[in-house]
Antibody, heavy 121, light 108 residues
């Protein structure tokens, strides 16, 4: 059974960088034709897809956050990460990592439990 | 960019009743990339329906999806107590961009 677990600080100061890691168990990030995504959920914007990566090196970002976001992978640890630069209060929310179905339906089949990040001084 | 509008915002029903949730797109969606998720308090969303009408693994038959063009529907034929949650529709365009509706709160 595929499991994903987000980790990182729960509080980030405005203008700093938010860094989160998603640890995957029960599957290898390097196996299969899967996209690994980051999403967030806030009271103001609801559910928002941030970006995704594929082990082939393809990385896609939501245009609304593209200039401030970087997704990277550490295959040795079976992890992928999210960095959001120059955070503002609107970046506050629950951040999820997720994996798609691998069959091209563009849906999120497996999710982490989510981690709350608050941007505040 | 396509915007998904869900209605109603809140739907109050009782166990055993039929629930019909709507998701309307701001323009015609010429593909089958519409999905539905269920989210309970404190949990991540759970995939229910993909490709407009296909049930995800382990999803009970009382959940069904339908629709085309701009109007899509999630139907729960007979509500069970565990079905009371928030439901989201999702669409994926050709370019990598995933859009969610604002959610319908199915309330007991």
């Amino acid at each position: 059974q595929v499991q994903l677990q987000e980790s990182g600080p729960g509080l980030v100061k405005p203008s700093q960088t938010l860094s989160l890691t998603c640890t995957v168990s029960g599957a290898s990030i390097t196996s299969g034709n899967y996209y690994w995504s980051w999403l967030r959920q806030s009271a103001g914007k609801g559910l928002e897809w941030i970006g995704r990566m594929h082990i082939t090196g393809t990385i896609d970002y939501n245009p609304s956050v593209r200039r401030r976001v970087t997704i990277s992978v550490d295959t040795s640890k079976n992890q992928f990460s999210l960095n959001v630069r120059s955070v503002i209060a609107a970046d506050t929310g629950v951040y999820y990592c997720a994996r798609d179905d691998g069959r091209g339906w563009n849906v999120f089949e497996y999710w982490g439990q989510g981690t709350l990040v608050t941007v505040s001084s | 960019e396509i915007v998904l509008t869900q209605s109603p915002g809140t739907l109050s029903l009782s166990p055993g009743e039929r629930a019909t949730l709507s998701c309307r797109a701001s323009q015609s969606i010429g593909s089958s990339y519409v999905a539905w998720y269920q989210q309970k308090v404190g949990q991540a969303p759970r995939l229910l329906i993909y490709g407009v009408s296909s049930r995800a693994t382990g999803i009970p038959q009382r959940f069904s999806g339908s629709g085309s063009g701009t109007d899509f529907t999630l139907t729960i034929s007979r509500l069970e107590p565990e079905d009371f949650a928030v439901y989201y529709c999702q669409y994926s365009e050709r370019s990598p961009l995933f859009t969610f509706g604002q959610g319908t709160n199915l309330d007991i």
